[in-house]
């Protein structure tokens, strides 16, 4: 009796796992860059550099809880930021606003566009991360 408990406590796990697994692809970085190209008429090359660059800048700046916490609420944050560095956008630190500006520049972008993936950005983290996480953001493209 206690083997096929043990059993079956294992395959709810490996279930369970597997289940939570599937749900986080379903919000990784394509969801994001899907809304930035919907919302801003940007491509998905756009839409992935820009949020990467924004977020590489964030991860630059504010300090290992602050950006945890927003990384869990933007979806795939780690891939957008790859996804800027594989795109040429970004090629070092970036260092403030204006380094986000000529990286938003080197995809094609005008300066102005920057607040306004601030802006999508901000409503995504703060669905699940609240207000404060959405300050973050907008504290560092100011």
């Known amino acids: 009796m206690l083997r096929g ?17 599937s749900m986080s692809s379903l919000g990784g970085p394509e969801m994001l860059t899907q809304l930035l190209t ?13 949020a990467g660059s924004i977020l ?8 290992n809880m602050a950006f945890s916490s927003l990384s869990s609420a933007i979806p795939g944050a780690d891939a957008l ?3 800027a560095q594989s795109l040429g956008a ?3 630190p970036l260092g ?4 986000v500006d000529a990286a938003f520049g080197k995809l094609g972008m005008q300066p ?7 802006g ?20 560092l493209l100011k």
């Open 5 to 21: 408990c043990m059993i079956g406590l294992v395959l709810l796990a490996v279930a369970l796992g597997t289940g939570c697994a």
């Open 38 to 50: 919907n919302q801003l008429g940007v491509t998905a090359n756009q839409a992935a550099g820009g």
């Open 56 to 63: 590489s800048l964030a991860k630059e700046k504010l300090s």
């Open 81 to 83: 930021v790859k996804s």
């Open 90 to 92: 970004i090629t070092g």
């Open 96 to 99: 403030n606003r204006a380094g």
């Open 112 to 118: 102005p566009m920057v607040d306004k993936f601030g």
């Open 120 to 139: 999508v950005m901000g409503d995504v983290a703060a669905k699940a991360g609240g207000d404060p996480v959405k300050a973050l953001l907008g504290a």
